[in-house]
């Protein structure tokens, strides 16, 4: 099972790396995975987006989660554009965002065997916000570091 885990940080991390890169021209360092315990977010505005296998048995969800800066300033360098706030170009870019690492990281885990179709992506906004996954299982948080401050992808599996 433990490689299984490694398996899909891997995924994970390849993808944002990939979206991030190529949608933003922003590179990222990946930091420590850890298991999450509660369900506060670490930041300001949260993409999530929840996932099914085909026969519906198992089920998870992902949630990109970024610091108003972090944010503002990844989605300004992907539209070409400088935010100073949170508004609905940058709240709808954050869901976009979230989808196209999710895909390409649900594209990863379906060549380890693990095969989810995805839902649609919604985002929430707010210090100290809350992110409800899928089950009460652990959710792995992978801390990630950006040019405009911290990203934290989570996924959890149920």
Do not use: W
């Amino acid at each position: 099972m433990e490689d299984k885990v490694k398996q899909v940080v891997k995924k994970v991390v390849d993808a944002v790396t990939n979206v991030l890169g190529t949608m933003a021209m922003v590179e990222v360092k990946v930091g420590k995975p850890y298991l999450k315990k509660e369900n506060s977010a670490h930041g300001d505005i949260s993409g999530i987006i929840g996932f099914s296998s085909p026969n519906g048995k198992n089920k998870g969800s992902m949630s990109v989660t970024f610091t108003e800066q972090s944010a503002l300033g990844v989605i300004g360098q992907m539209l070409g554009e400088e935010f100073t706030e949170l508004n609905k170009d940058v709240i709808d870019a954050v869901g976009e965002l979230t989808n196209m690492i999710s895909g390409q990281a649900r594209r990863g885990m379906d060549e380890i065997g693990m095969t989810f179709e995805a839902g649609i992506p919604s985002v929430v906004t707010g210090k100290n916000h809350s992110i409800s996954h899928v089950s009460n299982s652990a959710i792995l948080a992978i801390p990630f570091e950006s040019q405009f401050g911290p990203i934290i992808v989570e996924i959890c599996f149920a």
